[in-house]
């Protein structure tokens, strides 16, 4: 059974910084994707980055794209997300998911396993 933890949530101001951590365990064949996905009160849930964990292709949602960076460490089975320049409009949770399919690195219901989620507010 595939486990996900996300770490590194918090609060910051406009402009701020935070990295989110993704600990991965309990897998025994390496994810198609990783990814990053967000959803804040009342929206839907949304693709906010993600990585193809063989090729290391890496996809961003047009509206964090130049602000965060995926990545991951293959030894630790960590991927993170390091959010720069943050935003009022990026306050959600967000959640580390991993997939099986190579299809629609952004699309959530595309993805089978999913952390708790950790919580990120940026305030203005």
């Known amino acids: 059974q595939v486990q996900l933890v996300e770490s590194g949530g918090g609060s910051v101001q406009a402009g701020g910084s935070l990295k989110l951590s993704c600990a991965a365990s309990?897998?025994?064949?390496?994810?198609?994707?990783m990814g990053w996905f967000r959803q804040a009160p009342g929206k839907e849930r949304e693709g906010v980055a993600a990585?193809?964990?063989?090729?290391?292709?890496?996809y961003y949602a047009g509206s964090v794209k130049g602000r965060f960076t995926i990545s991951q460490d293959n030894a630790k089975n960590t991927l993170y997300l390091q959010m720069n320049s943050l935003k009022p409009e990026d306050t959600a949770m967000y959640y580390c998911?991993?997939?099986?399919?190579?299809?629609?690195?952004?699309?959530?219901?595309?993805?089978?396993?999913w952390g708790q989620g950790t919580q990120v507010t940026v305030s203005s």
């Open positions: 998911a991993a997939a099986y399919m190579r299809y629609a690195p952004l699309v959530p219901h595309m993805y089978d396993y």
């Open positions: 309990g897998y025994t064949t390496r994810p198609y994707y």
């Open positions: 990585m193809d964990t063989g090729d290391t292709t890496i």
